[in-house]
């Protein structure tokens, strides 16, 4: 009964390859995001997506896209992984983005290994 | 611009009181939110304030000035399972979108010892 869960927890590849993370929440939530956390623990939003929009932040490469084939799953696919790509990535979701008191539930992570 | 700053680390002994601090420069304001994150776990929710004053929850409170732009969380009665990372958080438009994303500071490395 995992609220926000994501697979894989670790992936490891090679410079060049193209993999996917995939998350899925059953809390009903209307907004997903994923968020980049790099070795410093900073954590970074890179999308966050509803039935409505899609907003990317613009300092993520073009590689990076996410897919959501409906409400409660949003995939991170990635394209020709970089050794910089190496993090640790949170998916996460909202019940109403932009509420007053926006509580985000955030996934495990997926650690990111590329070599 | 748009920043927040918390300090890198804090020490403590077991059943001591911490404050983490947090300022924030943000082009408009929607409260200031608090997750703590242990090593290897995911960050957990843990705090908010829209308004001045102190909030309190259990043995952590979250204070917030909205003149001064300034905030801070609160532990008390520090216990070893404490140890972890705590972010304090703002909403801020990102360049494209028309609702503001969650935005979390670098993080702060509380330590507790025995």
């Known amino acids: 009964d995992t609220a926000v869960s994501q697979t894989p927890k670790y992936l490891v590849t090679q410079m060049g390859n193209d993999k996917s993370i995939k998350c899925e929440q059953n809390l009903g939530h209307d907004t997903m995001y994923w968020y980049k956390q790099d070795s410093k623990k900073f954590l970074k939003i890179m999308f966050s997506?509803?039935?409505?929009?899609?907003?990317i932040n613009e300092t993520v490469p073009n590689r990076f896209s996410p897919k959501s084939p409906d409400k409660a799953h949003l995939n991170l696919h990635i394209n020709s992984l970089e050794l910089g790509d190496s993090a640790v990535y949170f998916c996460?979701?909202?019940?109403?983005?932009?509420?007053?008191?926006?509580?985000?539930?955030f996934g495990s992570g997926t650690q990111l290994s590329v070599l | 611009g748009q920043s927040l700053e918390q300090p890198s680390e804090v020490t403590a002994v077991e059943g001591a009181i911490v404050q983490i601090n947090c300022t924030y420069q943000?082009?408009?304001?929607?409260?200031l939110s608090w997750y703590q994150q242990h090593d290897g776990g995911a960050p957990t929710f843990l705090s908010y304030?829209?308004?001045?004053g102190l909030e309190e929850t259990g043995r952590f409170s979250s204070f917030l000035s909205r003149s001064d732009s300034y905030g801070y969380l609160l532990l008390q009665e520090l216990q070893m399972k404490d140890s972890a990372s705590y972010f304090c958080a703002v909403r801020v438009f990102l360049s494209s979108g028309s609702a503001r994303q969650l935005t979390f500071g670098s993080g702060t490395q509380l330590t507790v010892l025995p």
């Open positions: 997506y509803n039935n409505k929009e899609l907003i």
């Open positions: 996460a979701s909202t019940l109403r983005q932009g509420a007053a008191k926006e509580k985000l539930f």
């Open positions: 943000t082009s408009g304001f929607y409260g």
């Open positions: 304030n829209a308004l001045d």
